[in-house]
């Protein structure tokens, strides 16, 4: 039997009888649907190539938009950096030499007398004193402060004829008082350098330094300026002031306005000096109670530019870690009276003479948790 061979074509016709469609099939190469199918896959891998970046990029993108948008409102604590610089003596006038007056009394209380204040006399205080177990021989060697709290002066101080016992008595009532604005002071103090170690600072933390900002009258929001401003007075050089400028508590500033340091105003209520030419103007600044006095004279120390060298001094003291040592720190202090370098040996010899020193690493009894955290 002889095998015919069958053509393409015919098989073609075949198909198309039977009810086949044929389709003709186009080059691989030039095949639409190869062609759509490869745009497909690299659009897909383009677009997951994107994405992937996205989400690589946006958390540095919105960490560097937040710190741009934050760091005009952000107190950064590059103090530190500069603060050996700024101490230098080339560098020295550039230290907190700016002062904005506005608000820097705000917070002493110069008009609101307490309802239970009472002016006790000196045998009372010193009843007070010694039912309490409170006495200076005491506080020397354990370095504890009972934590009495006098508002007023007695009259009768200045009747006490024994000038030893006066000046116990009168130790013994500024003693805590003067402590207790320390304390003040070192708490918000210890505050501040919390704050400033921390990378970004709540909205209440940022109000806090700004109303410290106005109560030390610092301008630029300098947090270096603040840093020196925001420290304590040695307690003895405290008490030598309060004794030269009262004579002991026996002025009368002292008596009838409770002014312990003699700070002088122009526009504030005070008490006209007697034996002022009538052309003067100043006064002596009045207080209700006895603990506004100190706390507007720290204030006074703190920000004053006649004091800048001492403030100065003190941070030096210290970045050096030693002692505030108040025979070194009223060798600034001439500008304080007329008398200048007469008045700073009388405040030296006054610390001497009555070992006023022994009472600056002196501690306050705690009345609260707060002063705990200092003992």
């Known amino acids: ?155 009768e101080i200045k009747s006490i004829e024994n000038i030893q016992e006066r000046k116990n008595l009168f130790i013994q009532i500024i003693l805590p008082l003067v402590i207790a604005e320390n304390n003040n002071i070192k708490l918000d103090r210890r505050k501040l350098f919390r704050f400033l170690n921390k990378s970004r600072n709540s909205l209440v933390e940022k109000k806090w330094i700004e109303k410290k900002f106005k109560q030390y009258g610092v301008k630029n929001n300098d947090l270096l300026t603040l840093k020196v401003r925001m ?44 034996g002022a030419e009538v052309n003067t103007t100043h006064k002596v600044m009045k207080f209700k109670i006895l603990q506004a006095s100190v706390k507007a004279y720290q204030r006074n120390l703190n920000t004053h530019s006649s004091y800048r060298d001492f403030r100065s001094t003190r941070a030096e003291l210290r970045e050096k870690g030693k002692k505030l040592d108040s025979v070194i720190l009223t060798d600034h202090l001439d500008k304080y009276a007329e008398t200048g370098k ?11 003479q009555n070992n006023l020193s022994d009472f600056d690493d002196a501690k306050l009894l705690p009345s609260s948790i707060d002063l705990e955290s200092l003992i």
């Open 1 to 155: 039997m002889i095998k015919k061979k069958i053509s393409l074509n015919e098989i073609k016709k075949y198909l198309k009888r039977s009810g086949f469609t044929i389709i003709k099939r186009e080059n691989k190469k030039s095949s639409p649907f190869a062609i759509s199918s490869l745009n497909v896959i690299s659009k897909t891998a383009l677009s997951c190539l994107a994405i992937i970046s996205f989400f690589y990029i946006s958390p540095h993108i919105i960490d560097f938009t937040s710190k741009s948008l934050l760091s005009s409102k952000e107190f950064k604590n590059n103090s530190q950096d500069t603060f050996q610089k700024t101490l230098k003596k080339e560098n020295v006038v550039k230290l907190d030499e700016s002062l904005n007056e506005k608000y820097l009394f705000d917070d002493v209380d110069f008009d609101d007398l307490p309802t239970d204040v009472v002016r006790l006399s000196a045998s009372t205080i010193q009843q007070l004193f010694k039912d309490t177990n409170y006495n200076l021989q005491d506080v020397r060697k354990k370095k504890l402060v009972k934590p009495v709290s006098l508002s007023l002066l007695p009259e």
């Open 231 to 274: 420290d304590e007075i040695p307690v003895s050089m405290t008490i030598a002031q309060a004794a030269k400028e009262t004579g002991w508590g026996t002025s009368r500033f002292a008596q009838e306005g409770n002014a312990l340091f003699g700070q002088w105003t122009w526009s504030g209520e005070g008490i006209k000096p007697a």
């Open 342 to 352: 007469e008045y700073v040996k009388t405040l030296q010899k006054i610390i001497r």
